[in-house]
């Protein structure tokens, strides 16, 4: 079992986030789980353009950091995406890379994957950054398993969320392992699929590779 935990703090190791990210890495170790960290910061992922070029060929002109890091995404089975609340949203490095990712929406390409999310914030509003990483799971196709995060400014918090943190990484692994099924969750999944099937099939002459590709799975 593959999982990776990307995380996009660019405090480093004195990252919040990273310290609550790194609890759930040991929940799902101590559960079996092989987990890779990876720092986005470290990277070098240049913005997308939006040429289309990935709907087309199922590839990016830009010759940097992403095209490893994406291997590596859709060949793990579970991901773990951490960032801390930027003005009620991610950090501009995940944002980057969530936006390098069109074609992984149009293709659901991480269905069968399972996802959670860690945030952290100055105040008590985590959870806007674990809705939108979770929302973004299910949007490529993923199913949610949960969320943490806390305020490291309230007494407490992060104490009680690393332990929620080890938690949630078992609950990670054993989503994976038994391939559970979310009911509410797949209502959404079939809508995106349907939805996005219709679209590139509106747009199969300019769109080809992604037309191939549903064409390859026998839903076009």
């Known amino acids: 079992m593959k999982i990776l935990a990307i995380h996009a703090s660019p405090r480093g190791d004195k990252s919040r986030t990273l310290q609550l990210l790194r609890a759930v890495i040991k929940g799902a170790r101590d559960h079996g789980a092989d987990v890779d960290e990876v720092d986005l910061c470290k990277l ?52 980057t890379m969530f936006d390098r990712m069109a074609d992984t929406i149009h293709c659901q390409l991480l269905a069968g994957k399972y996802g959670v999310s860690v ?35 309230i007494p407490g918090a992060m104490e009680a969320a690393e332990k929620d943190a080890v938690t949630l990484g078992k609950a990670l692994v054993d989503a994976i392992r038994t391939q559970h099924v979310y009911p509410e969750q797949q209502a959404v999944h079939q809508q995106m699929r349907e939805y996005f099937k219709q679209l590139v099939a509106m747009n199969k002459r300019i769109w080809q590779h992604e037309f191939e590709y549903w064409q390859k799975l026998g839903e076009l």
Do not use: W
């Open 44 to 95: 070098k992922i240049n913005y997308c353009i939006g040429c289309g070029g990935c709907y087309a060929t199922g590839r990016c002109f830009h010759k940097d950091d992403f095209a490893a890091l994406y291997a590596r995404i859709l060949a793990s089975d579970g991901l773990i995406f951490a960032s801390p609340n930027y003005f009620r949203s991610v950090t501009a490095q995940m944002k």
């Open 119 to 153: 945030a952290t914030a100055g105040g008590p509003a985590s959870h806007e950054v674990n809705d939108y990483l979770n929302g973004l799971f299910q949007a490529f196709g993923a199913s949610t398993v949960g969320a943490v995060g806390a305020s490291p400014a």
